[in-house]
Every structure is written in structure tokens, then in C-alpha cells.
């Protein structure tokens, strides 16, 4: 069974970087073929595909937001580690991590997600 | 603005068939495989749809789906309360180099 869950802070100031640390389980990101993706919803609008890391260590940013986004993984300890800089009141949103099952595949397993505030 | 064109809101009474569609360009949808999400109000998205018309187990034989050229869409049969729910299709985008994702539709039961 596959589990995925965030955590980080609920609400960051204004020009900090947020660090979200996604802890899955029922699979491990050393098998061939598996990534581990983040996607955000800002309240009340649609989802928006943020990075993606895959066992062979390829990672994927989106364009709109590669200069500020960085994320890691540590296989032992089944986790994925996504760091956006600079933040911004437009960057409140609900972070979802999730379970990609091959490269050229959008995600199927989604965690729970995690809303995050920017605001001073 | 999304990638992937979805209308905003769809509806239907108790037992209608209501289809959603999903527009998108030859560098997505029409080299990709589609997936389709449902996202009841205040939970995650959880896949309804994977490789275009495939329901994962457990997934009502109600939800079906198709794609054709670099469309796809969403349909739902007998439908029920409880589907009221935002639906999103998604799929890899060979130019962007990763998932994009429609704006999503509510579907509202009336």
C-alpha cells in the first residue's frame, strides 16, 4: 500500500524559503522507473506541477519556477525534500507530494497535502 | 492558466450521463497517455483514470474514458451525489518535460 505524507511549516514570512519534507511508504524510490513529485493548489483553483525526482536521481522542474525550486531525496530514509525560495503571498497554497509509477506519467498516488501561508 | 483546457462546470440530475472534456496540443495529450483525478471538497485528488480509459480497482465501472487525437474526455454514467466532486485530467508534456494539468471541472448534481 502507498502512502505519502507532508510536512513543513503552515505559514512562512515573505521572502523566507519554505523546506517541505514528503515520508512515503509501500515503495522505494531506488527501484528503477519511480518518482516522487510535488504539485501545489492554490485555494480554490486548479493544480500546479512543481518539480519531480526519479530513482536515477533525474530531476524535473517546472519552467515558471525552476530558479527557486530545489528538491532531494533520501532513499534510506524514504523521504523527498522540495525547497522553494523567495516566497510570496501569491504562493499560499495547499502542497501535494506524490507517487509517479515511470518517467513520462503523471502521478497516481497523492499524500494528503499540507496548506501553506505566506503572510507576514 | 492551465495547459489543458477543461470546462469550468458540468451538471446533471441523479442518473444522467454527464462527459467532460480536455483539450490539449500534439506535445501532450496527443503523445501521451491522459489521466483523470477526482478531488472531493477538502481532500487530496485520487486517480480515477490512468492511461487514458483504464480505472485503477475499486473505481465504479460508472467513470469511463477516451481519448482521440489530442482530446480526451471524462464520462460519467448513472450519475450520483456523490460524484459531486472537481475533476482533472492530466498528462506529460514532452515540451514543458513533465505533468500539466487541466484547470479542472465541477461537477454538480442537481
Known amino acids: 500500500q502507498i502512502t505519502l505524507k507532508e510536512s513543513g511549516p503552515t505559514l512562512v514570512k515573505p521572502t523566507q524559503t519554505l523546506t517541505l519534507t514528503c515520508t512515503f511508504s509501500?515503495?522505494?524510490?531506488?527501484?528503477?522507473?519511480?518518482?516522487v513529485g510535488w504539485i501545489r493548489q492554490p485555494p480554490g483553483k486548479a493544480l500546479e506541477w512543481l518539480a519531480l525526482i526519479y530513482w536515477d536521481d533525474d530531476k524535473r522542474y517546472s519552467p515558471s519556477l525552476k530558479s527557486r525550486l530545489t528538491i532531494t531525496k533520501d532513499t534510506s530514509k524514504n523521504q523527498v525534500v522540495l525547497t522553494l525560495t523567495n516566497m510570496d503571498p501569491v504562493d499560499t497554497a495547499t502542497y501535494y507530494c506524490?507517487?509517479?509509477?515511470?518517467?513520462?506519467?503523471?502521478?497516481?498516488?497523492w499524500g494528503q497535502g499540507t496548506l501553506v501561508t505566506v503572510s507576514s | 492558466q492551465s495547459v489543458l483546457t477543461q470546462p469550468p462546470s458540468a451538471s446533471g440530475t441523479p442518473g444522467q450521463r454527464v462527459t467532460i472534456s480536455c483539450s490539449g496540443s500534439s506535445s501532450n495529450i496527443g503523445s501521451n497517455y491522459v489521466y483523470w483525478y477526482q478531488q472531493l471538497p477538502g481532500t487530496a485528488p485520487t486517480l480515477l483514470i490512468y492511461?487514458?480509459?483504464e480505472r485503477p480497482s475499486g473505481v465504479p465501472d460508472r467513470f469511463s474514458a477516451s481519448k482521440s487525437g489530442t482530446s480526451a474526455s471524462l464520462a460519467i454514467s448513472g450519475l450520483r451525489s456523490e460524484d459531486e466532486a472537481d475533476y482533472y485530467c492530466?498528462?506529460?508534456?514532452?515540451?514543458?518535460?513533465?505533468?500539466?494539468f487541466g484547470g479542472g471541472t465541477k461537477v454538480t448534481v442537481l
Open positions: 492511461n487514458s480509459n
Open positions: 509501500g515503495f522505494s524510490l531506488s527501484t528503477s522507473g519511480v518518482g
Open positions: 492530466a498528462t506529460w508534456d514532452d515540451i514543458l518535460s513533465g505533468p500539466v
Open positions: 506524490a507517487h509517479a509509477h515511470s518517467k513520462w506519467l503523471p502521478p497516481d498516488y
